[in-house]
């Protein structure tokens, strides 16, 4: 019963490894899906195509990515970033409106879209996810680096802060 645990931690490990190797596959398979996708945009903009079209193919390849950094971020930390899954969303929902054209779309599902993309701005700007950090010390793993640059170095050399140091 004693190796019981250390069975599981072995388990768990060759299943992260194996996670890891799957997600690492699709970022390859991404990637060279992105690398086509450029081909394909450029060799239709040599032969003069319809603008609407291009404009739908670099979303799309904005969109790729997103995913590509989502998988990225899963690589590096084991956890999926919310805040990029819903701006994948917001610019792939805005891909869909611009290449069918909002004056194609009847009104109820423009109503909708608009509904759903004001759902994932406010989820992305008031749940939490992405985070103003006044008054508090954020974690240093979890900043980005425009909030890194806006802080500065927001711990000390000893690597903690007293209360009375507030951020400003």
């Known amino acids: 019963?004693?190796?019981?645990?250390?069975?599981?931690?072995?388990?768990?490990?060759?299943?992260?490894?194996?996670q890891d190797l799957i997600v690492?596959?699709?970022c390859l398979m991404l990637f060279a899906g992105m690398g086509i996708?450029?081909?394909?945009?450029?060799?239709s903009m040599l032969a003069g195509t319809d603008f609407s079209l291009v404009i739908g193919d670099i979303l799309f390849l904005l969109v790729l990515l997103e995913l590509f950094r989502l998988l990225l971020i899963y690589l590096e930390e084991h956890r999926v970033s919310v805040s990029?899954?819903?701006?994948?969303?917001?610019?792939?929902?805005?891909?869909?409106?611009?290449?069918r054209g909002a004056l194609h779309i009847e009104w109820p599902q423009l109503l909708v879209i608009c509904f759903f993309i004001l759902t994932l701005a406010t989820v992305l700007r008031h749940s939490g996810i992405r985070l103003e950090y006044e008054g508090s010390i954020?974690?240093?793993?979890?900043l980005t680096p425009s909030t890194?640059?806006?802080?500065?170095?927001?711990?000390?050399?000893a690597g903690s802060?007293?209360?009375?140091d507030g951020l400003k």
Request: aromatic share 4%; charged share 25%; no cysteine.
């Open 148 to 157: 890194e640059r806006r802080l500065g170095s927001p711990l000390s050399a």
């Open 24 to 26: 690492f596959g699709l």
């Open 161 to 164: 802060r007293t209360a009375g």
């Open 1 to 18: 019963m004693a190796d019981a645990p250390h069975a599981h931690t072995l388990q768990r490990k060759y299943l992260e490894i194996t």
């Open 84 to 99: 990029t899954m819903v701006e994948v969303g917001i610019v792939s929902t805005l891909r869909e409106v611009i290449l």
């Open 138 to 142: 954020p974690d240093k793993r979890h």
């Open 37 to 43: 996708k450029l081909f394909h945009l450029a060799r």
